[in-house]
Structures are given as structure tokens and as C-alpha cells.
């Protein structure tokens, strides 16, 4: 059972346009919300994270929204770039879960087109 | 720089066969977790510690897995017997801290192949 789902395997996108990566989750109980992007063959680094007290958080070019009622967030990126190019993950956290235990959706490859 | 390492990189073995990945921690951090990829499930957790000790292990399946830290500076993973299905990319990751908001810092992983 897929607590954390990202329905697009996929997303292609032209170089310096907006990507929209998205994630939705079943439990209305995680309190925190990461994106972690992972490069071939190196281990998965944190991106961003948004708190559920919040609805969005901003760092640079990438930008997270929440959507508390539909169960689902977003990652933007804006322009995208050419090293964006990885696959990302959306996770959630949360006191009844673990706290820093984290579920992770399957992920979404992000290719930029030049 | 400070990093998780993880070892070895790649391991190759027959089914039925021993695996040990081994993991070596960010020094000072308090937390660590196995996390094994694959394509359907994405990032699965098996394991955390938290300082040292076992918090839940109930992503592993118990009759053939097993995580251990003999000390903070190592974690290891086990497999026995290993089995085709376990073929998969094992990170190890540790965090400062136990909150909701602890940042996982993952190691290269191991990339595990049972043929």
C-alpha cells in the first residue's frame, strides 16, 4: 500500500521552462514533506521540505506547494536547467510515523531538454 | 568532507549466499536508516537506529535480513540466504537529531545483484 504515490514515472521538459513535479499521499497524518533528488548512481540529496502548517516553501528556483485538502504537493522548478536533469522523491514524515522515519514515493525522472 | 560511506559499491553473489553491506555513519549523527530501491516500490524503508538502538526494523523481512551497529561509526545490513528478489539498491542514510524535520544524508549505496 503506497503511502506516497507520484503517478508520472516521467516528465520531460525544455530547458528555461517551468517543470512541475507532483506527489500526492493517503494519510492525513504526515506533518513534513521533502523532495530529495537523486543523480545516477549517487545516493538521494535533500532539496527542499514544507511543514503542513504552511502551504508553500521557497528556496531559489524550486518551490514547494502544499494542498492539506487534496493530499497532494508539488515541486516547481523555475527556468529549469539542464543539470535538473535526476529523479526526484517526493517523502513525508511525521509523529505517527516514526518522526524521522521517512516514506518515499517511487520517484519521478526529470530529463531537461537543452 | 562529511559524508555516509557505504561498502561495497557493487557486490555480485549467488543465490543462497551470505551479503554484508556495511555503512559508516556522519560522525556525530545520531540516526541511522537502511533504505533499499527498486523500480516498484521506490525507496523502501527497512531499518532505523537511533542512537544505536533498534526503533523499527518492520520493513525487513525477518527471516532472512538482519541490522546491526556495533558501534556508531558502523552499521551493517545482512542477508541469509540471499535470494534473486533481493537484487536491489541498498542506501544507508543518517541524520542529526529526531524530529519530523531531520535531514537524511544517504551514502552512494549498494548496488546488490542475486543471480
Known amino acids: 500500500d503506497q503511502q506516497v504515490k507520484q503517478n508520472s514515472p516521467s516528465l520531460s521538459v525544455q530547458e528555461g521552462r517551468i517543470s512541475i513535479l507532483n506527489c500526492d499521499y493517503t494519510?492525513?497524518?504526515?506533518?513534513?514533506f521533502l523532495w530529495y533528488k537523486k543523480y545516477p548512481a549517487e545516493g538521494p540529496t535533500f532539496l527542499i521540505s514544507?511543514?503542513?502548517?504552511?502551504d508553500k516553501n521557497e528556496d531559489g528556483r524550486f518551490t514547494v506547494f502544499l494542498n492539506k485538502s487534496a493530499k497532494h504537493l508539488s515541486l516547481h522548478i523555475v527556468p529549469s536547467q539542464p543539470g535538473d536533469s535526476a529523479v526526484y522523491f517526493c517523502a513525508a514524515s511525521g509523529v505517527n510515523f516514526g518522526n524521522e522515519k521517512l516514506t518515499f514515493g517511487t520517484g519521478t525522472r526529470l530529463t531537461i531538454i537543452p | 568532507d562529511a559524508r555516509v560511506t557505504q561498502t561495497p559499491r557493487h557486490k555480485v553473489t549467488e543465490m543462497g549466499q551470505e551479503v554484508t553491506m556495511r555503512c559508516q555513519p556522519i560522525l556525530g549523527h545520531n540516526t541511522v536508516f537502511w533504505y533499499r530501491q527498486t523500480m516498484m516500490q521506490g525507496l523502501e524503508l527497512l531499518a532505523y537506529f537511533r542512537n544505536r538502538a533498534p526503533l523499527d526494523d518492520s520493513g525487513m523481512p525477518k527471516d532472512r535480513f538482519s541490522a546491526e551497529m556495533p558501534d556508531a561509526t558502523l552499521a551493517t545490513l545482512k542477508i541469509q540466504p540471499s535470494e534473486p528478489r533481493d537484487s536491489a539498491v541498498y542506501f544507508c542514510?543518517?541524520?542529526?537529531?529526531?524530529?519530523?524535520?531531520?535531514?537524511?544524508?544517504f551514502g552512494q549505496g549498494t548496488r546488490l545483484t542475486v543471480v
Open positions: 494519510n492525513s497524518m504526515f506533518d513534513y
Open positions: 542514510a543518517s541524520g542529526l537529531g529526531q524530529g519530523i524535520d531531520t535531514e537524511a544524508f
Open positions: 514544507i511543514s503542513s502548517i504552511k
